[in-house]
């Protein structure tokens, strides 16, 4: 099991940048896939983007396709997620996840750790 931690959450203009990360706890990291999933309110919680272990393929919703960009540092315990020109519809809590089985899945099932989550909010 690995213990995840998102930090890099806070209130942004429409248009602007944030960058999440998530630190992970463990010597085991590099060895699991990792996503990203978001949850607005009242809606439930959607993928949004995925890396596998060695951070040489990656996998993103259509929504955020073009627009977010999901890396990894192994030697760091760490992946990120870079998010460009920001939407009023990207407002949601963001949770990273890992899947130990490797699978980069869409769905949250897939994943078996969880971080706490860091609230993203885009303003007009």
């Known amino acids: 099991q690995v213990q995840l931690v998102e930090s890099g959450g806070g209130l942004v203009q429409a248009g602007g940048s944030l960058r999440l990360s998530c630190a992970a706890s463990?010597?085991?990291?590099?060895?699991?896939?990792m996503g990203w999933f978001r949850q607005a309110p009242g809606k439930e919680r959607e993928f949004v983007s995925a890396i596998d272990s060695s951070g040489g393929s990656t996998k993103y919703a259509d929504s955020v396709k073009g627009r977010f960009t999901i890396s990894r540092d192994n030697a760091k315990n760490t992946m990120y997620l870079q998010m460009n020109s920001l939407k009023l519809e990207d407002t949601a809590v963001y949770y990273c996840?890992?899947?130990?089985?490797?699978?980069?899945?869409?769905?949250?099932?897939?994943?078996?750790?969880w971080g706490q989550g860091t609230q993203v909010t885009v303003s007009s």
């Open positions: 996840a890992a899947d130990h089985m490797g699978y980069m899945g869409t769905w949250y099932g897939d994943y078996d750790n």
């Open positions: 463990g010597r085991t990291f590099r060895n699991y896939a």
